[in-house]
């Protein structure tokens, strides 16, 4: 079980209080964090995160086969996550945002769960 957040990352808190996820919602919530976390963020483990800047929004042009590899090994190493279906990074070189979207399966309760998520990096 995870405290809920929200779409934006921050702490929800649905009628004043902390709400809990757990199952598929909890899986797909932890990898959601896991791919928002820039690497060095974290002050008590400056190597969590992904490498975003500047390995992957820095490189020029930004090599998506290769942002999709590293967002596929970083899913597979969320606890819960059995396989990776899909990863579709697009980079708008305009605006430099990276959008990811993702299915990946988890299994809970001895059953195969597919689930999805997408997310946009500025």
């Given amino acids: 079980m995870d405290l ?11 009628e004043g209080r902390l709400s809990l996820v757990d199952g598929l ?32 929004l820095g490189s020029k042009p930004v090599a998506t086969a290769a942002v999709a590899q590293r967002i596929r090994q970083a899913l597979l190493s969320t606890p819960g996550v059995t396989q990776v279906l899909a990863v579709t990074p697009t980079f708008d070189s305009r605006t430099r945002e990276l959008s990811v979207a ?21």
């Fill in 102 to 122: 993702f299915t990946a399966a988890a299994t809970l309760d001895g059953r195969e769960n597919v689930f999805s998520a997408d997310f946009v990096l500025t």
């Fill in 25 to 56: 919602e909890a899986v797909r919530q932890r990898c959601l964090l896991r791919l928002r976390t820039y690497r060095g963020e974290w002050f008590m483990d400056q190597r969590v995160g992904m490498p975003w800047v500047p390995e992957v």
């Fill in 4 to 14: 809920k957040l929200t779409d934006a990352g921050d702490l929800d808190l649905t």
